[in-house]
């Protein structure tokens, strides 16, 4: 492995280093709030419409995978945290041409997402508002939120805090409230039993691998607290902290709430699709204005997310920046933020809102076919620099593995199993085989040009 401790020395010494910011009461409701993303409210009813009620199964195996991945990154970032997360990893693990193509591929997937969740966003409002144009809204939100991102870490934090509570607080009452009508004890409702059941597989295999592939990138967006414990009162604290309670946080939200929505609503209903699963679970028991109020939830679900994308976007560039993998611009730090970063990040969202806009029908679906596997590329590299890194330490600094991975190496291995198996499922299926190849074409490219600075590197 190329030796590169010289080369990110001088970098760090030259970019201005971060601010440790953030208060543990951030870190805990980012951890918790960031379970619950924007792809569990909006996403789910397609997989639901699809897998019926094995849709639970669906979310339980990729729960189970997004756990695996959850306490592998939090064996090495609890070890070394960073705010290039994973590709700080990969970097230490395969050398730089790992932490440039991990690195950059995840940097265009969140400002990307940036930009579909203004568009999101945008839509409930007007949805309010009707005659306002959708644009403008968008821009709104983008300019409060890099407005946000520009100033200190702590105005990111406060923002995380109060929409991960709205968050927790909605969907902790959600649960409740279905719990009490599955058992017959809420007023005005009866116990459906087992009725809406029906089939567990009504659409057979294919409908449950359809459901597993939209479930596992309901997931997206949890590696954003490791970026943020780097900023952290006590980063080591907070990394271990938030992987400790990642199991019973996904339970508890994701499965839990598959688990209740299927039992409520017959799966095959049209407003699971059209209103979205919650609306139709709260319709189902005749709460008033329940639309309303879960539009509400939803468009804070977008705002956050947008939020924690434009954070974990400027933070990664920084880190790249650090190592030597980005123009040195990007990494200038004033106030504590690295505010060029923040404002190419938001810059590139825009041209995402700008171009669905204005080339809907080629450019913008390429861009969006470009980022559909991205996440998996992370999590694959997360696997492979864990299995090296992990050996390492033992070695080298065993008493920095406050986090341990479980069973190690065999789970992890597993893991690895379980992202291959998605990447041949993706390959099978019309929908997300494009998106297969446009992610490997990105990041075949991205791989040739970090080895290729890599060579450059070490021979100057």
Same mark, same amino acid.
């Given at each position: ?125 007007? #949805?309010? %508002? *009707? &005659? +306002? ?6 821009? $709104?939100?983008? =300019? @409060?939120?890099? /407005? ?35 058992? #017959?004890? %809420? *007023? &005005? +409702? ?6 809406? $059941?029906?089939? =567990? @597989?009504?659409? /057979? ?256």
């Amino acid at each position: 492995m190329p030796n590169t401790a010289k080369a990110e020395t001088s970098h760090e010494d030259a970019v201005a280093p971060l601010t440790h910011g953030l208060k543990q009461r951030h870190l805990s409701m980012i951890a918790l709030g960031g379970v619950i993303g924007a792809g569990l409210f909006v996403g789910s009813g397609a997989g639901i419409a699809a897998a019926g009620p094995s849709i639970v199964l669906a979310y339980t195996v990729s729960g189970l995978l997004v756990m695996l991945v959850m306490r592998m990154l939090g064996e090495m970032s609890a070890a070394h945290p960073s705010s290039g997360s994973f590709s700080a990893h990969a970097e230490r693990a395969f050398g730089p041409w790992a932490g440039f193509t991990v690195g950059w591929a995840f940097w265009v997937l969140l400002c990307t997402a940036v930009g579909l969740e203004g568009i999101g966003a945008a839509k409930i409002v007007t #949805g309010w %508002l *009707p &005659g +306002t144009p959708e644009w403008a809204w968008v821009a $709104l939100f983008m =300019l @409060l939120f890099c /407005g946000a991102n520009l100033a200190a870490v702590k105005n990111f934090g406060e923002f995380e805090f109060w929409f991960a509570a709205l968050k927790v607080g909605a969907i902790t009452l959600f649960l409740l409230l279905g719990v009490l009508a599955i058992v #017959g004890v %809420l *007023p &005005g +409702t009866d116990a459906p039993g087992t009725s809406n $059941l029906g089939s =567990l @597989l009504p659409h /057979g295999s294919e409908g449950l691998v359809v459901g597993l592939l939209a479930s596992v990138f309901s997931y997206g967006g949890l590696e954003t607290v490791t970026i943020a414990a780097a900023e952290s009162e006590d980063p080591v604290k907070g990394v271990a902290s938030a992987v400790r309670t990642a199991m019973w946080r996904i339970a508890l939200f994701y499965i839990g709430s598959m688990a209740v929505i299927v039992t409520l609503v017959p799966w095959d209903s049209a407003a699971v699709v059209e209103k979205g699963p919650y609306v139709a679970a709260l319709d189902h028991l005749g709460i008033p204005g329940a639309g309303q109020v879960m539009n509400v939830v939803v468009l804070v679900a977008l705002l956050s997310a947008m939020n924690a994308n434009i954070y974990g976007a400027s933070r990664m560039v920084h880190s790249l920046v650090e190592r030597g993998h980005a123009p040195r611009a990007l990494g200038r730090v004033s106030g504590g933020a690295p505010r060029v970063a923040v404002l190419a990040s938001c810059v590139f969202g825009f041209v995402c809102v700008v171009l669905s806009y204005w080339r809907p029908d080629d450019v913008f679906p390429w861009l969006l076919n470009m980022i559909g596997a991205v996440i998996l590329v992370a999590w694959i590299f997360i696997a492979l620099s864990q299995l090296r890194l992990r050996r390492r330490l033992e070695r080298e600094s065993p008493e920095k593995l406050v986090v341990r991975m479980w069973a190690f190496p065999v789970l992890t291995w597993v893991a690895l199993a379980g992202m291959l198996a998605i990447l041949v499922l993706m390959a099978r299926e019309p929908g997300t085989r494009v998106q297969l190849y446009w992610s490997g074409g990105m990041t075949a490219f991205l791989a040739a040009v970090g080895y290729a600075w890599q060579r450059k590197r070490s021979t100057t």
